[in-house]
Protein backbone atom coordinates (compact mmCIF):
# COMPACT_ATOMS: atom_id res chain seq x y z
CA UNK A 1 0.00 0.00 0.00
CA UNK A 2 1.26 2.88 -0.75
CA UNK A 3 2.13 6.70 1.02
CA UNK A 4 -0.77 7.52 2.08
CA UNK A 5 -2.26 11.69 2.04
CA UNK A 6 -4.53 11.76 4.80
CA UNK A 7 -6.74 14.60 4.69
CA UNK A 8 -7.39 16.49 8.29
CA UNK A 9 -10.21 15.96 9.83
CA UNK A 10 -12.20 16.72 13.16
CA UNK A 11 -13.42 14.69 15.75
CA UNK A 12 -15.25 17.17 18.74
CA UNK A 13 -15.69 16.03 22.48
CA UNK A 14 -17.84 19.20 24.01
CA UNK A 15 -18.82 19.36 28.05
CA UNK A 16 -20.71 22.28 29.33
CA UNK A 17 -20.55 22.56 32.87
CA UNK A 18 -22.52 25.53 34.01
CA UNK A 19 -21.28 25.99 37.60
CA UNK A 20 -23.65 27.88 40.91
CA UNK A 21 -22.56 31.10 42.04
CA UNK A 22 -19.44 31.33 44.32
CA UNK A 23 -18.32 33.67 46.94
CA UNK A 24 -16.48 36.53 45.56
CA UNK A 25 -13.08 36.33 44.61
CA UNK A 26 -10.46 38.60 43.79
CA UNK A 27 -11.67 40.08 40.29
CA UNK A 28 -9.40 39.31 37.42
CA UNK A 29 -7.50 41.44 35.79
CA UNK A 30 -9.71 43.18 33.10
CA UNK A 31 -12.28 40.97 34.57
CA UNK A 32 -15.99 41.84 33.24
CA UNK A 33 -18.41 42.15 36.13
CA UNK A 34 -22.38 40.06 36.38
CA UNK A 35 -25.36 41.35 36.81
CA UNK A 36 -25.80 43.98 39.68
CA UNK A 37 -28.05 41.56 42.63
CA UNK A 38 -29.75 43.15 45.39
CA UNK A 39 -28.06 44.64 48.17
CA UNK A 40 -25.50 45.32 45.05
CA UNK A 41 -23.84 41.98 45.44
CA UNK A 42 -22.29 40.62 42.35
CA UNK A 43 -23.32 37.43 40.43
CA UNK A 44 -20.68 35.22 38.21
CA UNK A 45 -21.43 34.52 34.54
CA UNK A 46 -21.64 30.50 33.82
CA UNK A 47 -18.80 29.19 31.95
CA UNK A 48 -20.13 27.02 29.48
CA UNK A 49 -16.89 25.42 27.56
CA UNK A 50 -16.74 23.29 23.72
CA UNK A 51 -14.22 21.46 23.11
CA UNK A 52 -12.97 20.09 19.67
CA UNK A 53 -10.14 18.92 17.74
CA UNK A 54 -9.12 19.39 14.09
CA UNK A 55 -6.10 17.38 12.75
CA UNK A 56 -7.98 13.99 13.42
CA UNK A 57 -9.55 11.11 10.57
CA UNK A 58 -11.89 8.17 11.85
CA UNK A 59 -10.57 9.52 15.09
CA UNK A 60 -6.70 9.62 14.67
CA UNK A 61 -4.04 11.64 14.10
CA UNK A 62 -1.33 10.56 11.53
CA UNK A 63 2.53 9.86 12.77
CA UNK A 64 4.00 12.84 12.45
CA UNK A 65 1.14 15.53 12.06
CA UNK A 66 -0.15 17.75 14.39
CA UNK A 67 -3.18 18.29 15.76
CA UNK A 68 -4.99 21.75 17.01
CA UNK A 69 -7.83 21.81 19.96
CA UNK A 70 -10.06 24.93 19.70
CA UNK A 71 -12.25 25.78 22.61
CA UNK A 72 -14.83 28.12 23.48
CA UNK A 73 -16.05 29.64 26.39
CA UNK A 74 -19.51 31.63 26.81
CA UNK A 75 -20.30 33.88 27.64
CA UNK A 76 -17.05 35.79 26.99
CA UNK A 77 -15.85 37.50 29.86
CA UNK A 78 -12.79 39.63 29.46
CA UNK A 79 -9.61 38.92 31.94
CA UNK A 80 -10.33 35.16 32.10
CA UNK A 81 -7.53 32.69 31.89
CA UNK A 82 -7.35 28.83 31.45
CA UNK A 83 -5.42 25.82 31.28
CA UNK A 84 -5.12 23.69 28.30
CA UNK A 85 -3.29 20.73 28.01
CA UNK A 86 -2.45 17.72 25.73
CA UNK A 87 -1.58 14.98 27.47
CA UNK A 88 -0.41 11.15 26.60
CA UNK A 89 -1.67 8.94 29.08
CA UNK A 90 0.46 10.08 31.85
CA UNK A 91 2.83 12.49 30.55
CA UNK A 92 1.68 15.66 29.29
CA UNK A 93 2.78 16.44 25.80
CA UNK A 94 2.22 20.07 25.76
CA UNK A 95 0.49 22.76 28.09
CA UNK A 96 -0.47 26.41 27.91
CA UNK A 97 -2.34 29.10 30.22
CA UNK A 98 -3.71 31.74 27.84
CA UNK A 99 -5.81 34.24 28.23
CA UNK A 100 -9.98 33.62 26.74
CA UNK A 101 -9.84 36.27 24.18
CA UNK A 102 -12.84 37.69 22.69
CA UNK A 103 -14.39 37.14 19.46
CA UNK A 104 -15.99 39.96 17.73
CA UNK A 105 -19.55 40.42 17.09
CA UNK A 106 -20.18 37.39 19.63
CA UNK A 107 -20.96 36.24 22.65
CA UNK A 108 -18.36 33.98 23.53
CA UNK A 109 -14.37 33.81 23.57
CA UNK A 110 -11.46 31.60 22.31
CA UNK A 111 -8.87 29.27 23.00
CA UNK A 112 -6.77 26.98 20.80
CA UNK A 113 -3.24 25.01 21.52
CA UNK A 114 -1.19 23.18 18.78
CA UNK A 115 0.38 20.33 19.32
CA UNK A 116 4.16 19.55 18.02
CA UNK A 117 4.34 16.92 15.43
CA UNK A 118 3.38 13.17 17.14
CA UNK A 119 5.37 10.27 17.16
CA UNK A 120 4.94 8.40 20.46
CA UNK A 121 2.42 5.53 20.92
CA UNK A 122 -0.21 6.10 23.23
CA UNK A 123 -3.61 7.61 23.74
CA UNK A 124 -4.34 10.81 23.43
CA UNK A 125 -6.38 13.72 25.06
CA UNK A 126 -7.31 17.17 25.56
CA UNK A 127 -8.20 19.18 28.65
CA UNK A 128 -8.89 22.43 29.81
CA UNK A 129 -9.81 24.01 32.93
CA UNK A 130 -11.28 27.24 33.77
CA UNK A 131 -11.02 28.34 37.51
CA UNK A 132 -13.54 30.39 39.40
CA UNK A 133 -13.39 34.12 39.48
CA UNK A 134 -15.14 36.73 40.83
CA UNK A 135 -16.47 37.49 37.37
CA UNK A 136 -17.28 34.10 35.76
CA UNK A 137 -17.67 30.30 37.33
CA UNK A 138 -15.36 27.88 36.70
CA UNK A 139 -15.29 24.61 34.09
CA UNK A 140 -13.94 22.28 32.29
CA UNK A 141 -13.58 19.88 29.16
CA UNK A 142 -12.21 16.98 27.95
CA UNK A 143 -11.51 15.51 24.35
CA UNK A 144 -11.96 11.47 23.74
CA UNK A 145 -8.90 9.97 23.13
CA UNK A 146 -7.33 9.63 20.27
CA UNK A 147 -4.36 7.31 19.06
CA UNK A 148 -1.64 7.69 16.20
CA UNK A 149 -1.74 5.85 12.95
CA UNK A 150 1.56 4.24 11.17
CA UNK A 151 1.90 4.27 7.74
CA UNK A 152 2.68 1.90 5.04
CA UNK A 153 6.09 2.71 3.15
CA UNK A 154 7.63 1.25 0.58
CA UNK A 155 10.41 2.07 -1.63
CA UNK A 156 10.21 5.50 -3.78
CA UNK A 157 8.13 6.93 -0.94
CA UNK A 158 8.72 10.51 -0.62
CA UNK A 159 7.68 13.21 1.90
CA UNK A 160 7.46 13.94 5.58
CA UNK A 161 6.63 10.43 6.95
CA UNK A 162 9.23 9.19 5.04
CA UNK A 163 11.72 11.09 6.83
CA UNK A 164 10.32 11.11 10.05
CA UNK A 165 11.00 7.08 9.54
CA UNK A 166 14.63 7.57 8.29
CA UNK A 167 14.99 9.78 11.63
CA UNK A 168 13.85 7.11 13.86
CA UNK A 169 16.07 4.48 11.77
CA UNK A 170 19.05 6.82 12.03
CA UNK A 171 18.05 7.13 15.77
CA UNK A 172 18.34 3.04 16.66
CA UNK A 173 21.84 3.16 14.81
CA UNK A 174 20.67 1.70 11.28
CA UNK A 175 22.86 3.27 8.90
CA UNK A 176 22.26 5.04 6.51
CA UNK A 177 19.04 6.70 5.34
CA UNK A 178 18.18 9.08 2.36
CA UNK A 179 16.41 11.76 4.27
CA UNK A 180 12.66 12.62 2.83
CA UNK A 181 12.52 9.72 0.40
CA UNK A 182 12.89 6.06 0.42
CA UNK A 183 15.98 4.65 -1.71
CA UNK A 184 18.61 2.38 -1.29
CA UNK A 185 20.07 3.08 1.60
CA UNK A 186 16.51 3.88 3.40
CA UNK A 187 15.78 -0.15 2.06
CA UNK A 188 19.07 -2.06 3.14
CA UNK A 189 18.30 -0.47 6.49
CA UNK A 190 14.89 -1.56 6.72
CA UNK A 191 16.59 -4.67 5.57
CA UNK A 192 19.50 -4.76 8.75
CA UNK A 193 15.91 -3.86 11.12
CA UNK A 194 13.98 -6.76 9.69
CA UNK A 195 17.15 -9.19 10.28
CA UNK A 196 17.46 -7.81 13.80
CA UNK A 197 14.13 -8.75 14.98
CA UNK A 198 13.47 -11.73 13.00
CA UNK A 199 10.83 -10.44 10.12
CA UNK A 200 10.55 -11.49 6.78
CA UNK A 201 13.57 -10.23 4.86
CA UNK A 202 11.67 -7.77 2.45
CA UNK A 203 12.66 -3.63 1.38
CA UNK A 204 9.47 -2.86 3.17
CA UNK A 205 8.54 -1.06 6.03
CA UNK A 206 5.03 -1.85 7.71
CA UNK A 207 2.96 0.25 10.32
CA UNK A 208 4.50 -2.00 12.85
CA UNK A 209 8.01 -1.33 12.30
CA UNK A 210 6.79 2.59 12.26
CA UNK A 211 5.49 2.04 15.66
CA UNK A 212 8.18 0.17 16.86
CA UNK A 213 10.82 2.60 16.15
CA UNK A 214 8.52 5.29 17.43
CA UNK A 215 8.87 3.64 20.91
CA UNK A 216 12.26 3.64 20.61
CA UNK A 217 13.14 -0.17 20.41
CA UNK A 218 14.08 -2.30 17.94
CA UNK A 219 17.81 -1.64 17.68
CA UNK A 220 20.41 -4.86 17.81
CA UNK A 221 21.96 -5.68 21.28
CA UNK A 222 25.65 -6.27 21.24
CA UNK A 223 27.56 -9.89 22.65
CA UNK A 224 30.29 -7.40 23.94
CA UNK A 225 29.40 -3.99 25.23
CA UNK A 226 32.81 -4.23 27.68
CA UNK A 227 35.00 -4.88 24.92
CA UNK A 228 35.52 -0.80 23.53
CA UNK A 229 36.00 0.09 19.70
CA UNK A 230 35.40 -3.02 17.99
CA UNK A 231 33.05 -4.56 15.26
CA UNK A 232 30.25 -7.58 15.72
CA UNK A 233 29.25 -10.12 12.77
CA UNK A 234 25.62 -11.91 14.07
CA UNK A 235 25.64 -15.00 11.92
CA UNK A 236 22.24 -15.98 12.64
CA UNK A 237 21.09 -12.36 12.17
CA UNK A 238 23.20 -11.58 8.73
CA UNK A 239 24.30 -7.73 10.37
CA UNK A 240 27.51 -5.96 10.93
CA UNK A 241 27.48 -3.54 13.99
CA UNK A 242 30.28 -1.43 14.44
CA UNK A 243 30.06 -0.57 18.31
CA UNK A 244 31.73 1.64 20.91
CA UNK A 245 30.85 3.29 24.71
CA UNK A 246 29.14 -0.07 24.95
CA UNK A 247 26.47 -0.13 22.44
CA UNK A 248 25.53 -0.25 18.20
CA UNK A 249 26.96 2.73 16.76
CA UNK A 250 25.83 1.60 13.43
CA UNK A 251 24.07 -1.77 12.28
CA UNK A 252 24.63 -2.88 8.31
CA UNK A 253 22.96 -5.55 6.34
CA UNK A 254 25.83 -7.96 5.25
CA UNK A 255 26.41 -11.30 4.41
CA UNK A 256 28.51 -13.90 5.33
CA UNK A 257 30.09 -17.08 4.20
CA UNK A 258 27.51 -19.93 2.76
CA UNK A 259 27.14 -23.44 3.64
CA UNK A 260 29.90 -24.83 2.10
CA UNK A 261 32.35 -21.95 3.00
CA UNK A 262 31.13 -20.85 6.47
CA UNK A 263 32.93 -17.45 7.74
CA UNK A 264 34.77 -18.55 10.60
CA UNK A 265 34.08 -17.98 14.36
CA UNK A 266 35.85 -16.03 17.02
CA UNK A 267 37.75 -12.72 18.45
CA UNK A 268 39.53 -11.79 15.60
CA UNK A 269 41.95 -8.57 15.09
CA UNK A 270 41.81 -6.33 11.92
CA UNK A 271 45.28 -6.44 10.86
CA UNK A 272 45.45 -5.00 6.74
CA UNK A 273 43.26 -2.72 4.80
CA UNK A 274 43.17 -2.93 0.79
CA UNK A 275 41.45 0.41 -0.45
CA UNK A 276 39.39 0.75 -4.14
CA UNK A 277 38.87 -2.69 -6.06
CA UNK A 278 41.13 -5.75 -5.84
CA UNK A 279 41.06 -8.46 -8.83
CA UNK A 280 38.03 -10.22 -7.98
CA UNK A 281 35.34 -7.62 -6.91
CA UNK A 282 36.46 -7.10 -3.19
CA UNK A 283 35.92 -3.47 -2.45
CA UNK A 284 37.63 -1.58 0.16
CA UNK A 285 38.74 -4.80 2.32
CA UNK A 286 39.91 -4.92 5.97
CA UNK A 287 41.45 -8.04 6.74
CA UNK A 288 40.64 -10.14 10.28
CA UNK A 289 41.60 -13.41 9.65
CA UNK A 290 44.05 -14.70 7.06
CA UNK A 291 41.92 -14.49 4.27
CA UNK A 292 39.03 -13.00 5.54
CA UNK A 293 37.59 -9.50 5.66
CA UNK A 294 35.07 -7.65 5.35
CA UNK A 295 34.32 -5.91 2.21
CA UNK A 296 31.74 -4.14 -0.55
CA UNK A 297 30.74 -6.26 -2.91
CA UNK A 298 28.56 -6.05 -5.94
CA UNK A 299 25.77 -8.55 -4.41
CA UNK A 300 24.54 -8.71 -0.81
CA UNK A 301 22.17 -10.82 -0.59
CA UNK A 302 19.55 -11.19 2.36
CA UNK A 303 21.06 -14.42 3.52
CA UNK A 304 24.94 -16.27 3.27
CA UNK A 305 26.52 -15.84 -0.02
CA UNK A 306 30.24 -15.11 0.78
CA UNK A 307 33.42 -18.16 0.77
CA UNK A 308 33.64 -16.77 4.38
CA UNK A 309 34.54 -12.96 4.09
CA UNK A 310 31.76 -10.64 5.66
CA UNK A 311 30.11 -8.79 2.55
CA UNK A 312 29.13 -5.71 2.80
CA UNK A 313 26.67 -2.63 0.42
CA UNK A 314 29.90 -1.11 -1.95
CA UNK A 315 27.77 2.20 -0.68
CA UNK A 316 28.60 1.63 2.83
CA UNK A 317 31.70 0.13 2.33
CA UNK A 318 34.37 3.37 2.31
CA UNK A 319 32.30 4.55 5.76
CA UNK A 320 32.99 1.12 7.03
CA UNK A 321 36.76 1.60 5.88
CA UNK A 322 37.36 4.75 7.42
CA UNK A 323 35.46 3.74 10.98
CA UNK A 324 37.57 0.93 11.56
CA UNK A 325 40.89 1.14 12.80
CA UNK A 326 43.78 -1.24 12.41
CA UNK A 327 44.38 -3.78 15.86
CA UNK A 328 40.45 -2.63 16.24
CA UNK A 329 38.66 -6.62 17.54
CA UNK A 330 36.40 -8.22 15.22
CA UNK A 331 33.30 -10.69 17.06
CA UNK A 332 31.80 -13.50 14.45
CA UNK A 333 29.51 -14.90 16.32
CA UNK A 334 26.30 -17.40 15.54
Not at 41 to 59: D, E, H, M, S, V
Amino acid sequence: MKHLHLAAGMLAATAMLVFPALAPAQDAPGGGGGQGGEGGGQTQAPARIKLKIKGLKNGRAKVGDRVQAIATVSPFVGGQRVEIRLGNGGDTVVKRTPFVRGVKGRDFGRVKLRSKPLVDPGRYRVRLTKPPTAAQAGGAAKSKKFKLKYVDLDPGDRGPAVELFNDLLRRQDYYDTDKHRYGSHTERAVMAFRKVNGMARTWNATPGIFKTLAEGKGGFKIKYPNAGKHVEVDISKQVMALSAHGKAQYVFHIATGAAATPSDQGAFTFYRKDPGFNSIGMYYSIYYNRGEATHGYHSVPPYPASHGCIRNPIPDSIFIYNWIDLGDKMFVYN
